[in-house]
Each structure stands twice: as C-alpha cells, then as structure tokens.
C-alpha cells in the first residue's frame, strides 16, 4: 500500500494539496477496529505540513498532503483511506466541488446505481454543468460537480439536494430520500449530505478498506456502459496500468470552475 501510494502520488496530490484531510487509521488491518482523527498526533513529524481551523466543537491542525514523503508517512501509520476537504485552506468554507455520494443500500444492485447516474448526467447535461465521476471502490459511484469558489457549502449541498430530490422524484423505484438505512433496503440514496466541512468522501486514487485493496478510480461516464465494470473494478495492483492506459479521467475537478444555475 506505502509502494502504492509513492507511485501514484505525482497524480493524486493535486486533488488534496492545500485541503485539510480527515483520517481513518486501520492498525489492526480492515476486519480490526478504526477511529477518526482530525487532528495531528502529537508523534507525527514536525515537518508534515498542517492547516489550523477552528471548527463548531475545537480547534485542530488538520494535515495536508503536499508532498511524497507526507504520503508515505499516512499509509505507513494504517491510514488505508485519504479524505480531502472539498474546500482549500485560504476559503474553507468556499468549496471547488460539490459532491454527489450515490449510496446503495442493501438489495440494490450496482447495474441501478449506473441507472441513476446515467440520469444524473442527463440532468447535468440539461443544466450545461460538466462533472467527473469515480468509483467509491466499495459500492457506489461519486460525481464531482466543479464550481467557482463563490458559493458556500450550504449553498452547494442546497443544489445538490435539490438536485437529488428532482431524480428521487423522476425514479422512485430506485432511489430513496429516506435517511435511516434499514429503511431504505434496494434503493439508492443520492447523498447530498457530505457537502458540509468535516464530513469528507474518499479522494481520487484513495484506497479503501476492503478485500484485495480496492481504489476509488476516475472513470469516464462512457464507461458506465461497460458491463465489466464495478466499483472496485481497480485495486492498487491494477491502478498503474489503468493510469498509463487511459491518463488522469479526474482531471477537470482541477480545472473547470461553474456557476451553479438556479433550479
């Protein structure tokens, strides 16, 4: 996994450079006990960068990933999984993305989460907005919708709600607004939640917590049609061959910035 994330770096620290990550440490591997930390530990080392913010609860120096060697030191301590802050420290209550979390409960199939993402980028289209899209390298899909930094993140996940209430509308066999899981068995939940400080998706290229180390991989949305595809399709074995066949799918999330149209 270090050997993983060393070579992938000079990708993937784009998408979390000046953002305040959120961290699950795995110490006794993925079927063991994990924890949250916001927070630098105290044994961390000095030279690992930080980003002070002082939140609702306390004040923490959340880590940032500027370079290789910040990398290494996060998987070496059992952080499986990297959670970047969709805003940077100089606005961080301006984000550059609002995110959409489609999340399957149990009975749902993957074929209906490309179902509602299919429709997703349909509505996207409509409004004109340009999105990326990613494998949750669990059960789902994420979509990155890339802004300008003018609008808060209650006015992002305000659009994003909407949006995920207009599909929950045109698809009711399919997705649910319902919040507690054990009512939702096979729907979709078309989060929009995520989109406040402090609550994180994994990033692009993160490794998730699970069987045969699964990464949360760039696709492009033609892709959803290929029946081969699932959303642990690529694991840190598989990830490099996919990056020299196909380059970096995430890359506009760096460099388109939209206005949201009303709805």
Do not use: C
């Given at each position: 996994m270090i050997r993983y994330y060393v070579q992938v770096a000079p990708v993937m620290i784009p998408y979390y450079s000046k953002r305040p990550l959120s961290m699950n440490p795995h110490p006794d591997g993925i079927?063991?006990?994990?924890?949250?930390?916001?927070?630098?530990?105290?044994?961390?080392?000095?030279?690992?960068?930080?980003?002070?913010?002082?939140?609702?609860?306390?004040?923490?120096?959340?880590?940032?990933?500027?370079?290789?060697?910040?990398?290494?030191?996060?998987?070496?301590?059992?952080?499986?999984?990297?959670?970047?802050w969709y805003s940077r420290q100089d606005k961080p209550e301006y984000p550059d993305w609002s995110v959409v979390d489609l999340d399957p409960a149990e009975g749902a199939t993957f074929k209906d989460v490309v179902a509602v993402a299919k429709v997703l980028k349909s509505a996207l289209d409509h409004?004109?907005?340009?999105?990326?899209?990613?494998?949750?390298?669990?059960?789902?899909?994420?979509?990155?919708?890339?802004?300008e930094r003018r609008y808060t993140l209650d006015e992002s996940r305000g659009f994003v709600e909407k949006l995920a209430h207009m599909i929950a509308e045109l698809m009711p066999d399919k997705v649910t607004e319902v919040w507690e899981v054990k009512r939702r068995t096979g729907k979709i939940r078309i989060d929009y939640t995520q989109n406040v400080i402090n609550k994180t998706l994994a990033g692009p290229y993160s490794v998730r917590p699970a069987i045969r180390a699964p990464v949360s991989a760039p696709i492009a949305w033609k892709e959803l049609d290929d029946a081969r595809l699932r959303p642990d399709r690529w694991t840190i074995k598989t990830l490099g061959d996919r990056l020299l066949e196909v380059g970096d799918l995430f890359h506009d999330a760096l460099t388109l910035r939209q206005r949201l149209p009303a709805l």
């Open positions: 079927h063991g006990k994990s924890y949250w930390v916001k927070d630098k530990p105290d044994y961390a080392p000095a030279w690992i960068p930080t980003f002070r913010y002082q939140d609702q609860k306390s004040l923490k120096d959340w880590i940032l990933i500027e370079e290789v060697a910040t990398l290494a030191w996060l998987a070496n301590h059992a952080v499986i999984d990297m959670h970047p409004l004109q907005l340009e999105a990326v899209l990613k494998t949750t390298g669990q059960s789902g899909l994420h979509i990155y919708i890339p802004i």
